[in-house]
């Protein structure tokens, strides 16, 4: 059985397939196979156990609420700054549009100990909301704060291009046959862009239930009311229960699995219905 | 007539202002203000003081580590990445698929998650990891460990950058250097590479920028021991988990200057291409 599908005249597939096989092995391959290992070896009912302690539960219902939330402040706001920053003109522009790329690029414990500082009682942000009794930091808050910090970049770059690629014909059209912008918007733009808004959503969904140097330090970790699922993980690692950590490391594949699934899922009934109306 | 005049598929300009206003509003609150923060509380006991809590020997060993880490982690990357595109946009090969989905995947696991897979297999209670340190190799809580947990975080970078690149390039000046007699390394060292250098470039400062500042995955294998195994970013956690924010916040803002340099580097590189783009066009119309 020949490896390529189709011969090619172009040197170095085996060099560069010799490469990735064995990198990805070292590197990706093996290291998961080992995690599945570690958590088969428990067997289903220890893993039911641990996965569904108290404290467990109250984590995977955090980070998914948490995020759940962080992905609506973003769905909207993100496809907000994208709108702004492909149809409108403004100073700076191009500063703005690189500064959207800040939170992939500032590493996670600098946000973490930025907003902690910021949104605590007495900081900058956290004293406006003092005298309301309102808390941020250590609190559910804080992570959405956090959150929404590091997935914004997914939102607006998965929707900008779309937008770019968009001509005036359809909403031209729209306007033609008396459609106010809104329901423009609503009708004709809102189904363009949505494939894509799905996609960076689910993403950044599946990024944020995982994340963990910005939030550790803005939530608090109060057991069962700000505490993580990753931060579980560490936690078990410290007190040396390798196979309670490597359960719930397998859960959260688990989790963001289904989280991809479903994406696949809309985007595949998404693309049947625009293509039946088509 | 443009899009952005034609009053029938516009807003109003005072609409226009508001909208630029919130979303402006919103990147200060949640951007700016930080990264501001981070200085601000750097240089709150002056200059001095600044100073010196970056050259404090710990410091000055994180600092190090860091630039070690980097030092091996984007030169590997780099290669892995350039075999990873040239192998995905230019063959047709069995297996494609399943290549294409693992190159995603440090993208959706938890960096904590990351950095257990690497415990689980090297750690010192595992098979391979006592016999490993047995023979005198320690990686779990060990630079090693360090090492390919940053590299796991950051393989597909350079890739992502790339493969799309690549796939838009087509192949056709390849094939042609290599039917005027060209190796196939004079075929990549003057027909690829030069064609890919600056998405090249960028999936490597990208690499360099996540490598300096991952903190989940290499926090899990590192152990924390000071002035051993501690990088810049888990030095901020711990001095600032024992109240010494200006020492903290210091060592921040050299990770946040890192982060600027990112996105100023990113934004020429990017001007860079549309203007090679345009140029293309202009050729071809």
Redesign the interface.
């Known amino acids: 059985?020949r490896?390529?599908?189709?011969p090619?005249?172009?040197?170095?597939?085996g060099?560069?397939?010799g490469?990735?096989v064995l990198?990805?092995s070292l590197?990706?391959?093996?290291?998961?196979a080992?995690?599945a290992v570690?958590a088969a070896q428990m067997g289903p009912s220890a893993f039911w156990q641990t996965i569904t302690e108290p404290r467990v539960l109250a984590a995977v219902w955090l980070s998914l609420r948490m995020s759940f939330f962080a992905m609506l402040t973003n769905v909207f706001?993100g496809t907000?700054?994208a709108?702004?920053l492909v149809?409108?003109?403004?100073p700076f522009k191009?500063l703005?549009n690189?500064?959207?790329?800040?939170?992939?690029?500032?590493?996670?414990?600098?946000?973490g100990?930025?907003?902690?500082?910021?949104y605590a009682p007495n900081g900058?942000?956290g004293q406006w909301f003092e005298p309301f009794g309102m808390k941020i930091a250590f609190t559910p808050i804080g992570i959405w704060i956090a959150l929404?910090?590091v997935s914004?970049p997914f939102i607006v770059r998965a929707v900008q291009p779309v937008l770019e690629e968009l001509?005036?014909e359809y909403?031209?059209a729209a306007?033609?046959l008396g459609a106010s912008?809104l329901t423009?918007f609503r009708r004709v733009l809102l189904p363009e862009i949505l494939p894509a808004l799905l996609t960076g959503a689910g993403?950044m969904f599946?990024?944020a239930?995982?994340?963990?140097?910005s939030v550790i330090?803005i939530a608090g970790n109060i057991p069962m009311v700000s505490e993580i699922?990753?931060?579980i993980?560490?936690g078990k690692?410290e007190q040396y229960d390798?196979q309670g950590?490597?359960a719930v490391?397998l859960f959260?594949?688990m989790i963001?699995f289904v989280i991809?699934f479903v994406l696949n899922i809309s985007q595949w009934a998404l693309s049947k219905r625009a293509g039946a109306k088509a | 007539m443009s899009m952005k005049t034609n009053p029938n598929i516009t807003e109003p300009r005072a609409l226009q202002w508001l909208l630029i206003g919130v979303a402006l509003l919103f990147l200060l609150l949640m951007l700016v203000v930080p990264l501001a923060a981070v200085f601000f509380e750097a240089l709150k006991g002056g200059w001095d003081l600044y100073v010196a809590s970056l050259v404090d020997a710990e410091a000055k060993s994180a600092i190090r580590l860091t630039l070690i880490t980097a030092a091996i982690v984007v030169p590997v990357n780099a290669i892995l990445g350039v075999a990873m595109a040239w192998l995905l946009t230019r063959f047709d090969f069995r297996g494609k698929q399943m290549l294409t989905t693992l190159l995603d995947l440090p993208f959706s696991v938890s960096p904590v998650v990351a950095g257990l897979m690497f415990v689980l297999l090297f750690g010192a209670h595992t098979a391979f990891g006592g016999w490993l340190e047995s023979q005198g190799i320690q990686v779990i809580f060990a630079i090693p460990g360090i090492i390919l947990a940053t590299l796991f975080v950051t393989f597909p970078f350079v890739a992502r950058e790339l493969i799309p690149l690549m796939q838009s390039q087509g192949d056709s000046e390849e094939q042609a250097a290599l039917i005027l007699g060209a190796s196939g390394w004079q075929m990549f060292w003057r027909v690829t590479l030069p064609n890919i250098k600056w998405a090249l470039i960028y999936g490597i400062i990208l690499t360099n920028a996540r490598s300096m500042g991952e903190f989940g995955a290499v926090s899990v294998v590192s152990g924390h021991i000071r002035g051993e195994t501690n990088t810049v970013p888990l030095l901020v956690e711990i001095l600032y988990n024992e109240y010494q924010f200006v020492g903290a916040f210091a060592l921040s803002s050299i990770l946040a200057l890192l982060a600027i340099a990112t996105l100023v580097l990113q934004d020429i590189v990017n001007r860079i291409q549309a203007r090679k783009l345009a140029a293309a066009e202009r050729k071809e119309a």
């Open positions: 059985m490896l390529l599908k189709t090619s005249v172009l040197p170095g597939f060099l560069s397939l490469i990735t990198c990805l590197l990706v391959v093996l290291p998961f080992m995690m570690s706001f907000l700054v709108w702004v149809r409108y003109e403004f191009n703005v690189a500064l959207v790329d800040l939170p992939f690029a500032l590493p996670t414990a600098v946000t100990i930025a907003l902690a500082t910021l900058w942000l929404v910090f914004l001509s005036g909403e031209e306007a033609t912008r423009t993403m599946a990024r239930t995982g994340e963990f140097g330090f699922l990753p931060l993980i560490t690692l390798v950590a490597s490391a959260m594949l963001s991809l």
